[in-house]
């Protein structure tokens, strides 16, 4: 088993635990990460280590030159925005902004990546190294942003990873393939005609054809879609009517559709036209139905799996590396940077010894802070195992563009 404190001494350990618990107390949404972002440069300017501010709006990108310019050059990212979800987890660090806090773990993603940049300046690769403060993952696209912006451009490899309360800390999971559903989503805008509640024959309830929507929907996966094949349709949000008297006369149904399947989506979309076109003849209603794509699945490349599992056997021993069998059905904007490089996002635990997971996206979300350490020290060490499979040719696939005046 890895002493983790050989590694990274307490002192290191303490500042990473401090600098999580300032960015959890001020948590900023997609874009709005101003706070965030300062935060994140004076770390770097205290381990002197060279970054830009401002990039795609409000992400940071660092760069550790130690290789030379035709040395690997790898990539590590984390996202750094919050979410809409008012914190209710009794912290003395909790969250001091309304209705915002970090439930998804961002914040432990940006500590994990600061410490990993420290880790990697004391002791440096024989390659280069990006590091990547990324953003809006939370819907809003940050990924692509820093794309645009150029800091994959001469980028090798990328990893990345996610804090995730289903496993231990001190367990790396890891998916072959497809690890990530895509995110699609949908609005479906019920017209009805409105009235008297008393006199519901002279409407068209615009409440009752959304309910029938909402049960119907449920029979493309049950019916329609391969079982084999996974896939999700959750209405999260319907809102319909003013008065308990009225018959209203428009409601809105707001959902998302999970698979991992192109074909399988091209089909639920397709259905959910054909399923409420239907409808709103039988009822004599006015359906809209819009579609949003989303984000992509996360694929992980074969090259990264076998870095990322091997630097994982190495540091935590083979017993405390899982092998996922399926993938989650949640999504991810890193998926837009394997569709340029190769490389791996995996799973980091969590899960304090003998508690139950706290579910991610709810305002209790906590995480066993040791994470901290064990994460940046598994992705300093992911960069060398990384660097010398380039350098020994393993990995052909080199992109060779400069990007460092771009970034």
Request: hydrophobic share 40%; glycine share 10%; charged share 25%.
């Amino acid at each position: 088993m890895l002493n983790y404190q050989t590694i990274m001494d307490n002192e290191l350990f303490e500042w990473l635990i401090s600098l999580r618990r300032e960015i959890h107390q001020w948590p900023e949404p997609a874009f709005e990460e101003v706070r965030t972002s300062g935060k994140i440069s004076e770390a770097l300017s205290h381990l002197g280590i060279w970054h830009k501010k401002g990039v795609a709006r409000t992400g940071v990108v660092a760069r550790l030159e130690s290789g030379g310019p035709d040395a690997p050059t790898i990539a590590l990212r984390a996202d750094i925005d919050a979410l809409a979800v008012p914190e209710k987890t009794g912290l003395p660090f909790r969250s001091r902004v309304p209705g915002y806090m970090h439930a998804c773990g961002h914040d432990g993603h940006i500590a994990i990546l600061l410490g990993a940049a420290a880790l990697l300046k004391a002791s440096p690769p024989e390659g280069n190294v990006v590091f990547i403060f990324q953003p809006a993952e939370e819907g809003g696209g940050g990924a692509e942003a820093m794309i645009e912006a150029g800091v994959l451009d001469d980028v090798d490899m990328i990893f990345g990873g996610h804090i995730d309360g289903k496993f231990p800390v001190g367990k790396i999971a890891i998916r072959k393939g497809i690890e990530t559903s895509y995110t699609t989503s949908f609005e479906i805008v019920i017209h009805g005609r409105g009235g008297h509640a008393a006199r519901p024959h002279e409407g068209i309830d615009a409440v009752v054809v959304g309910s029938l929507l909402v049960v119907s929907l449920q029979t493309i996966v049950s019916r329609n879609v391969n079982p084999l094949k996974p896939a999700v349709i959750t209405i999260g949000s319907f809102h319909g009517g003013a008065a308990y008297n009225a018959i209203a006369d428009e409601a809105v149904l707001r959902g998302t559709i999970r698979c991992t399947d192109s074909k399988t989506k091209r089909k639920i979309v397709e259905l959910i036209k054909k399923m409420s076109a239907s409808v709103a003849s039988l009822h004599d209603a006015e359906i809209e139905v819009s579609i949003n794509e989303g984000y992509p699945p996360v694929i992980n490349h074969p090259e990264g799996v076998r870095i990322a599992s091997k630097t994982a056997g190495r540091l935590l021993g083979e017993e405390n590396l899982i092998l996922l069998d399926q993938p989650s059905m949640g999504g991810e904007d890193f998926s837009y940077y394997l569709k340029r490089v190769p490389g791996c996002f995996v799973r980091i635990g969590t899960a304090r010894p003998g508690e139950g997971e706290i579910k991610a996206h709810s305002p209790s979300f906590d995480f066993d802070e040791d994470v901290i350490r064990i994460g940046a020290i598994y992705y300093a060490e992911i960069v060398r195992e990384a660097v010398s499979a380039l350098r020994s040719g393993k990995i052909s696939d080199r992109t060779g563009k400069a990007c460092k005046e771009k970034c």
